[in-house]
């Protein structure tokens, strides 16, 4: 019993180091800015976490970030490095937002939300198509494609808002609006349905990872394609459709944002979330259930540091650099904590 | 020809630990000019650390290394070369996109230019020395595996060299590729240099070695001096040696015909009254950089026989294994099964009509170290029911049945759901044949079984007396050299030496 | 469409495309060293982005834009030797640490940029030229290639100089054999890891360079994220251009020309959008992807981190 709990303590304490540690490093940064870190740390915490109007915002803010993460764990899993979330997102959001009203005038709320929402899954997933082939027919790396489809599907996303898909009956250049009474249902105060949504994907996707065939297939490419390929499994295939399928669930990401928050995409919005969630995954270890705990927390973060930005003068990006730190520490604790525990077992 | 003088390099003492286990314990060795010390044991029994010390890739964590009658330390492999200490390691080490005088030239001052003129000098006085003739600007990843040994012997000596470390020098060249290192090494040996051998092949090590150690479970277990070997006899020394590398459990007989005798006794050799089990017939695959297509390959295998298929790394053993097993796709060519016509399945619907395919590679591609053993037995039937049902595995029966295998296998293992890799590679060898061959099994490609383990842990080969396990268990042998089946060859008496002869390509009569 | 073919459209597009391209190309070259030796180096936007903002802020505080560029560089070199002690010193995995190095550098330069300026956006004056003599009295190509800075002709002269480096000196045999056999180096005696770092710090000072060209002569002012995938595109810049620095000048023309002559219409009166204007860069990236998928050759080694006696 005594080990067991001894493991406990252990993984606490990996965690909670590193963030230790870069909460101080940002807290240096925050005094070289003539900024008090801990008014700046109190008050993230207290308008995230401790009000309600800020859980409400945050918890809110946990659906996009969830489905991207949801996304991700599926990619990385198979050993794919899909950088092309924020594309991905972006293109979901804006198939949302250019269906949404069309289809609003025919069809009852659910049966719009659900087409819109199988919309932006599909149309992430076939702009990930080119990347998914290259590498899987071709072996071209898909860190660049990936990165590169991102960009272009970010400016493209942003051109249909701009032409095809705008509202004509306003200066300001965005889709029509979706109205609030159409959008996703409130399940707890303001926080919508996507929340639920997002959540149930993340649990999901960690079940068909570790209990279903599919997923250990996933797990044995992701582990090493030679033995992929020895053990019969088709790995063309299962590149595309991981791929494409984590693709989906970012695509998922954007739509939920619209139909759930904004009901529509301004022009040049691009909240960049796509690369942000990977450290969280990684932090994670790829487990679902720990993503939703370091979300949860990267989200008071973002929904504090936004206020924390108008009120306290600190910009919200720090969020950014407080995540970069926490992913360096805890990368740098577990490097010397397996070669400490190499140099034991002589 | 050696001389008792002080010797050119030693190691007293040596010891080295891993993660685990004792490499190198307490290791005292002399090195002489002018004499070839042989380094015999085991593979693993520490001769590779060893030398890996006297490279400069790690340091001893007792004991001491001598050079020229002075204790040193190599902190790098850039030391040790420069002491005059040159290794040539088994696996190569060129830069496949430089030519072969850039390789040579690498590692100099990097604020100085690049001195090709005394670089071309150096490669000829070299070249002339140990009688080699290749093209300094040839592209060092076109030469033929001999050749780039070749390159790395004169590597070895390029800077002045006094002691020369080969590792298993032969493992990739044809009998013949064999002669002519022994050549090279003899001119060498004469202008004084201290050659140090290392080898698990008794055979070599008789016929070249003016001195023989033995290295057991990383201990110098005895040393054959040259005086002795000078009185006594090629088989006598034989005894010694394996009496030293192996204790007790030493196969008393040598030769061909305890072979046969020990063959003999597994009973018929291939049942020829029913149609064979598998035909192939003019098999060819596509040519990859770097691999040996098959070019044309036909043969037959009978019921309850064992085809041994020799030949030189590189030869096409690769893509034959892969091709009958479904992981390589066929230009051209048929296999059949049973009278099944099965080229057109893929690797999983031949593994359910029988075909098993054991890798040599355990570690990288037959098994994943990360997973647990009971889902490595169960890594080719990913999806199959009864273990999954409607793609949801069932991990009681996954355990269960993974607690059965590992208790009939006699698998070492703390649980059926510790990671793979723990074990040792033995027991990872005996989870991968478990896997393979069960009930169901109707033919079994397996690529070097043993490679790699030490004597316990092989259950297919009875003796590994260093030397052809092929020729010690297979019924016919088949010999690839370029692609092609050149001969087969029935177990018997010159067969080691008509094999031998079909690997170099040498198909007269 | 007659404004199209003036002698002063004609210059404008090439000297755009010069002025665009210089960033690209440093960024490229800079890559290329580093995944020569092995070393893919997903931090370069991160590089780039901290050269564009410290090279700003050092000539807007100083005046000097020598200054800037020597910052940039120098910054550029910083978030390197993170790189450097992480990725080939630790082993750490290189793309995460990469991505994570970028998030935070964009992060720390928006936090303080606003700090500084919130959001006002001050201009630099234009960066000085230097006209060459001669030369830059041909018609359009005159104006359009020669009448450019100091940096941009540095920059050109780059890629004589590091073809030579590369096929004639011991550093280019240490590199290419620490990017294909990293084994092999070390047996020949060199340290793999210092020759990875250094390779390293040099694609820090490129990228950094050229961050810092971005910011004060192509825009002249500094925004946050303004590299814009400027360093991810250098990295496909060194992947197509296998080897050969040449290449790397070839398409960063290329792309500086897509770039430079979508502005050029617009100012002809042909209105193209800000958003196809960027995406032709990483529209033209694809497309060459897609046609020569299976060409592109990376070193072997490539993204495996180098532990001695793991052959």
Known sequence: ?346 | MSSESSPVAAVCNITKRFPGVLANDGISLEFHGGEIHVLLGENGAGKSTLIGMLAGMHQPDAGEIWIGGRPVTFRSPRESLALGVGTVFQHGLLVPSLTVIENLMLGGRWWRPLGYATALARFRQLSRLLGLSIDPHAAAGRLSLGEQQQIEILRALWREGRLLILDEPTAMLTPQGAQHLGSVMRRLKEQGLALLLVTHKLPEACQWGDRISVLRRGRLIGQISPDTLRRTNAAQTRETALGMMFGGEAATGNGEASRRERRSGRGRRGDRTTPPRLSVRGLRTAATPGECPLSEVSFDLWPGEILGIAGVDGNGQKHLAEVLAGQRHALQGQITLEGWEVTAEDAAGRRRRGIRYITDDRLNEATVGGFSVAINLLLKDIGDPPYWRHGIGDFELIHRHAREVIRSNDIRTPSEKTPLGRLSGGNIQKVVLARELDRETAVAILSKPTHGLDLHNCLLARERILDDELLVISDRIAVMFQGRLTGVVENGAGAARAVARLMTGDVGP | MQTLLTYAFLTALISGAVTAAVPLLLAGLGEQISERAGVLNIGIEGMMLLGCYTGFVATWISGSFPLGFLAGGLSGMAVAALVVLLCVRLGLNQIVIGIALTLGVQGLTALLYFARFAGTYPRLEPYPTWPLPVLNRIPVLGPGLFSHDVICYLSVLLIPLLTLLYRRSAVGLNLEAAGNAPAALDVAGVDVITTRSLAVMATGLLAGLGGAYLANVGAGLFIPFMTRGSGFIGIVLAMLARGRPLWVLIVSALFGLSLSLATALQVAGINVPTDVVQMLPFGVVMLVLIVFARHSVLPRALGQPYVRGDR
């Not at chain 1, 991905?88 to 719009?112: E, K, M, N």
């Not at chain 1, 998922?252 to 139909?259: D, H, M, N, T, V």
């Not at chain 1, 939703?292 to 930005?309: D, H, K």
């Open chain 1, 1 to 346: 019993m005594r080990g067991e709990t001894q493991e406990r303590l252990a993984i606490v304490l990996r965690v909670m180091v590193p963030a230790a540690l870069a909460l101080g490093a940002g807290a240096i940064i925050l005094l070289m800015l003539g900024r008090d870190p801990l008014a700046y740390y109190g008050y993230v915490l207290k308008r995230g976490l401790l009000t309600w109007g800020g859980l409400q915002e945050t918890l809110t803010r946990t659906a996009p970030l969830l489905l991207i993460a949801a996304g991700l764990i599926v990619a990385f899993r198979a050993g794919i490095w899909n950088l092309g979330g924020d594309g991905q997102f972006l293109l979901g959001a804006v198939a949302t937002a250019g269906l949404g009203p069309l289809l609003i005038d025919v069809l009852p709320r659910g049966a719009t939300l659900i087409a819109c929402m199988a919309a932006a899954a599909l149309t992430a997933a076939l702009w990930s198509l080119i990347p998914a082939v290259l590498k899987a027919r071709y072996g071209v790396n898909e860190v660049v494609s990936s990165l590169m489809m991102s960009f272009l599907g970010a400016s493209f996303a942003n051109l249909l808002v701009k032409t095809v898909l705008r509202d004509r009956t306003t200066a300001v250049p965005k889709t029509p609006d979706l109205p609030v009474a159409d959008r996703l249902p409130p399940v707890l105060g303001n926080v919508h349905l996507g929340v639920l949504i997002a959540l149930a994907a993340v649990v999901l996707v960690h079940l068909a990872i570790t209990r279903t065939a599919f997923g250990l297939k996933l797990q044995v490419l992701g582990a090493n394609p030679a033995v992929a390929r020895h053990a019969g499994l088709n790995v063309t295939w299962i590149t595309i459709a991981s791929f494409t399928l984590s693709a989906a669930l970012i695509g998922l990401g954007g739509s939920i944002e619209i139909l759930g928050v904004w009901g529509t995409v301004r022009a040049d919005w691009n909240p960049a979330f796509g690369l942000l969630v990977v450290p969280i995954v990684f932090l994670a270890r790829l487990n679902g259930y720990a993503v939703i705990v370091f979300t949860l927390c990267v989200a008071v973060l973002m929904i504090g540091g936004e206020s924390a930005a108008r009120r306290l003068g600190v910009q919200q990006h720090f969020v950014w650099v407080l995540l970069a730190l926490l992913l360096i520490f805890l990368a740098l604790l577990e490097h010397f904590d397996q070669v400490r525990r190499a140099r034991r077992a002589i």
